[in-house]
């Protein structure tokens, strides 16, 4: 097993991986075309989801995680694509952003990928729709797919 942070699957079994979300796209897209495998059995799987695995408390580990999340946000053009970033197995919501104390937060970065604001609450809630359509609300660092105010 390599220590890259996204995994490439055709049917659940892992063919290739990648260090960022673009390039996990760019494999996933390269993997249909050639062939290997479909739209609808070939998956991005996000690997670091133990955020308690990091140093808390300002540990470099963490906020280098954050910053990659935060980069790899940049290039999400559907909800999905923030699920699978975000991925929080185990969390009360399909997907968390653990980095509200930082510098950067998602709607910036998100923003740039060409996301639109549905609705705006405050800083911590709000709702944003997908280059695709699909759309994400935000609500304290969880996330969850679709619009719920």
């Known amino acids: ?11 659940g079994e892992e063919i290739d991986h990648a260090d960022s979300f673009a390039e ?13 495998g479909t739209e609808d059995n ?14 808390l408390g300002g540990g470099k580990a963490f906020w280098h995680e954050i910053e ?6 940049g290039h999400a053009k559907s909800a999905k694509d923030v699920l699978t970033i975000l991925a929080a197995p185990g969390h009360n919501s399909p997907a968390f952003f653990a980095g509200s104390g930082g510098d950067g937060s998602p709607i910036w ?11 705006w609450r405050a800083d911590y809630h709000w709702a944003l729709r997908a280059p695709d359509g ?8 969880d996330i969850f797919e679709g619009d719920r105010p």
């Open 134 to 141: 699909s759309a994400i609300t935000y609500v304290e660092g």
């Open 42 to 55: 070939t998956t991005i799987v996000r690997r670091s989801t133990d955020y308690m695995g990091y140093e």
């Open 109 to 119: 970065h998100l923003d740039e990928a060409g996301w639109s604001t549905i609705w």
């Open 68 to 73: 990659l999340q935060l980069e790899d946000l």
């Open 24 to 36: 996990a796209r760019k494999n996933r897209d390269t993997i249909i075309y050639g062939g290997i």
């Open 1 to 11: 097993m390599t220590d890259s942070r996204y995994a490439i699957k055709v049917d």
